[in-house]
T-cell receptor
Framework: LAKTTQPISMDSYEGQEVNITCSHN???????ITWYQQFPSQGPRFIIQ???TKVTNEVASLFIPADRKSSTLSLPRVSLSDTAVYYC????????????FGGGTRLMVKP | GAGVSQSPRYKVTKRGQDVALRCDPI?????LYWYRQALGQGPEFLTY????????KSGLPNDRFSAERPEGSISTLTIQRTEQRDSAMYRC????????????FGPGTRLLVL
């Protein structure tokens, strides 16, 4: 299973764009890159998933370079409510896909 | 539609007692997962089911932990002879099917063993 490395914490201000980069050097051909968000006292919530290049949804964008050894979650114009822990996960396709969470990145958005 | 629900939300028990934690997945979801989350850490996989079949229990810490999902819907995680080190948040998640499907997490059960 590919190990992920991401910053322990980040600070930002309201209205700024936040980019959280995750490295996954040992990613396998059939692995997807998935990001979850967790607010205090809640369970993790799926944000976005991608295999390569760029994926965008109403919440975030995910940039994955050609070698797929890293990925960057981009949150446009963050607000105070985006303060949370963000987890980068590498998820194998096929059966048995329990999620392997690392420590995540604690994002603090300040006014 | 309702999301994943778990009960009880909080459980305080004395060391040596047995506890049963319940998970009610999203209706129609085939796969159900149990995780344990310590404070300040990410969730840690315990076990998972497809329908009623337990597919992987490699994450269960020891034989005091067991889980079942007899009718392929509601699941129970049982911890026998609880110990203080079992104190944690226990989270359940479900997904439509296995594979790279999105997992939807419940609110968790906070277990405190005194």
């Amino acid at each position: 299973l590919a190990k992920t490395t991401q910053p322990i914490s980040m600070d930002s201000y309201e209205g700024q764009e936040v980019n959280i980069t995750c490295s996954h050097n040992n990613i396998a051909t059939n692995d997807y890159i998935t990001w979850y968000q967790q607010f205090p006292s809640q369970g993790p919530r799926f944000i976005i998933q991608g295999y390569k290049t760029k994926v965008t949804n109403e919440v975030a964008s995910l940039f994955i370079p050609a070698d797929r050894k890293s990925s960057t979650l981009s949150l446009p114009r963050v607000s105070l409510s985006d303060t949370a822990v963000y987890y980068c996960l590498v998820v194998p396709t096929g059966a048995g896909n329990m999620l392997t969470f690392g420590g995540g990145t604690r994002l603090m958005v300040k006014p | 539609g309702a999301g994943v629900s778990q009960s009880p939300r909080y459980k305080v028990t004395k060391r040596g007692q047995d506890v049963a934690l319940r998970c009610d997945p999203i209706s129609g979801h085939v796969s159900l997962y149990w995780y344990r989350q310590a404070l300040g850490q990410g969730p840690e996989f315990l076990t998972y089911f497809n329908y009623e079949a337990q597919q992987d229990k490699s994450g269960l810490p020891n034989d005091r932990f067991s889980a079942e999902r007899p009718e392929g819907s509601i699941s129970t995680l049982t911890i026998q002879r609880t110990e203080q080190r079992d104190s944690a948040m226990y989270r359940c998640a479900s997904s439509l099917a296995g594979g790279s499907e999105t997992q939807y997490f419940g609110p968790g059960t906070r277990l405190l063993v005194l």
